[in-house]
Nanobody, 126 residues
Framework: QVQLVESGGGLVQAGGSLSLSCAAS????????MGWYHQGPGKQRELVAT???????TYTDSVKGRFTISRDNAKNTVYLQMNSLKPEDTAVYYC????????????????????WGKGTLVTVSS
């Protein structure tokens, strides 16, 4: 019903920048929240940043001042600008969205469901 497709990962040297994007498509009525998570080697998946449909962002402490999350509601797309990258930022980055589908809205539901992308690898070399 809903698909999330990430793009923009790759290899970058420490101190460099990368930009990720994630487009949602399908049976979408609204997207109250979108976000990025990452999972490093041997680690659990962790929150990086989220943004609400009115543009309010939140960040995990380790990326504050370095990463910026934004979204284009008309395109159902969320972005993550990553600056001053560090080797410890190396991870698979997953897009996540809370989506209320058209079918849900028709029957009066107001709580969306979580959807995930397949992930994109970001590698930061030292």
């Amino acid at each position: 019903q809903v698909q999330l497709v990430e793009s923009g990962g790759g290899l970058v040297q420490a101190g460099g920048s990368l930009s990720l994007s994630c487009a949602a498509s399908g049976d979408i009525f609204s997207i109250p929240s979108m976000g990025w998570y990452h999972q490093g080697p041997g680690k659990q998946r962790e929150l990086v940043a989220t943004i609400t449909d009115d543009g309010s962002p939140t960040y995990t402490d380790s990326v504050k001042g370095r990463f910026t999350i934004s979204r284009d509601n008309a395109k159902n797309t969320v972005y993550l600008q990553m600056n001053s990258l560090k080797p410890e930022d190396t991870a698979v980055y997953y897009c996540s969205a809370v989506v209320l589908t058209v079918d849900q809205a028709i029957i009066g539901e107001d709580a969306g469901m979580d959807y995930w992308g397949k992930g994109t690898l970001v590698t930061v070399s030292s």
